[in-house]
């Protein structure tokens, strides 16, 4: 399926210019820098052809010694481009961040934006996955920060220091979101609270959320047994069912928890229930529930 997928006649034709180019491009600046660096041991280089090798040495992806482009091995920094199998295993709201962080569109279906990420050679890092800065955030901590785009189900939220994070329509507001430009739109200021540290990804809340000492409150629920009994808040309530605070086993912070109408029937908002985890869905960050016996 994947190969179907990139055998487009139309864009093969265009990334084989493009390499083309690219490739003539890279043998130009290797002759230039040749020759320039044979005036310098002759001792006639000038200034001009000095900052003409430093410009070379930039098209070859060289410079302090480093490691020509096109050099299989990557170290960490070091920018690449992403390829058409990277991009395909991203998910749709994976590939809209990234796209927003390239400053490009995105909008469109998931074949669109793979197309979009790909043939704009916008850069991802290389080696071990860029952190999160500053590295004083914790879960329940509030930011004042700045709606920087709305995607499908969730909108960008810059909390400076170049920190963007995720927020959820589930976490927009007390009450069922059906869209999030009904609760936010590019440019509001709106208080935040972080609510998962996942590595390069932060992930925020629009509501009040409650403090942990993890970096990723959902993590301890991938061993709780199916069986076992918890406490939830019934927080509001959406139309086919209700979404909750579940707190940890500890008591070391809460998620957010989603209690199908079937799995239940009534519930009162505020009402403290005792339900079961079902599944721990670390992609979404909300855990599937149910008060009903094993």
């Known amino acids: 399926l994947l190969a179907a997928r990139d055998v487009d006649p139309v864009r093969a034709a265009k990334r084989a210019e493009a390499a083309q180019k690219r490739q003539e491009a890279l043998r130009r600046a290797e002759l230039r820098k040749q020759e320039l660096q044979g005036a310098s041991s002759a001792g006639t280089e000038t200034p001009g ?6 410009a070379a040495e930039e098209v070859l992806g060289l410079g302090d010694g480093g490691q020509a482009e096109g050099s299989e091995e990557e170290t960490p920094g070091q ?24 400053g490009l569109s995105t909008q469109g279906t998931k074949r669109q934006l793979i197309d979009r990420l790909c043939d704009s050679g ?12 500053p590295g004083s955030l ?13 995607l499908d ?10 920190n963007l994070g995720t927020v959820r329509m589930t976490m927009m507001a007390e009450k069922f979101v059906s869209v ?3 609760a936010a739109k590019v440019g509001d200021e709106v208080d935040v609270w972080v609510y998962r540290l996942v590595e390069d990804k932060l992930y925020l809340s629009m509501l009040e959320w409650q403090p942990s000492s993890l970096p990723d409150p959902m993590v301890p629920f991938l061993d709780v047994d199916q069986s076992s009994w918890l406490t939830g808040l019934v927080r509001f309530q959406a139309p086919s069912g209700f979404y909750l605070d579940v707190a ?6 809460v998620v957010q928890g989603y209690l199908h109408r079937s799995k239940k029937g009534a519930a009162a908002l505020g009402e403290r229930i005792q339900v079961r985890v079902l599944k721990a869905d670390l992609g979404s960050g909300v855990l599937s529930l149910s008060a009903l016996e094993p």
């Open 49 to 54: 052809q000095a900052e003409a090798g430093q």
């Open 79 to 102: 920018v690449t481009k992403w390829s058409s199998e990277e991009c395909w295993q991203l998910r749709v709201w994976q590939l809209r961040e990234h796209l927003l962080n390239a």
């Open 122 to 133: 916008a850069a991802r890092e290389a080696g071990p996955d860029k952190k999160l800065s």
């Open 138 to 150: 914790t879960v329940g901590q509030k930011h004042r920060g700045v709606v920087k785009a709305v």
């Open 153 to 162: 189900h969730a909108v960008v939220v810059d909390i400076g220091n170049g």
């Open 180 to 182: 999030p430009q009904s």
């Open 248 to 253: 940890l086993p500890d008591g070391n912070g």
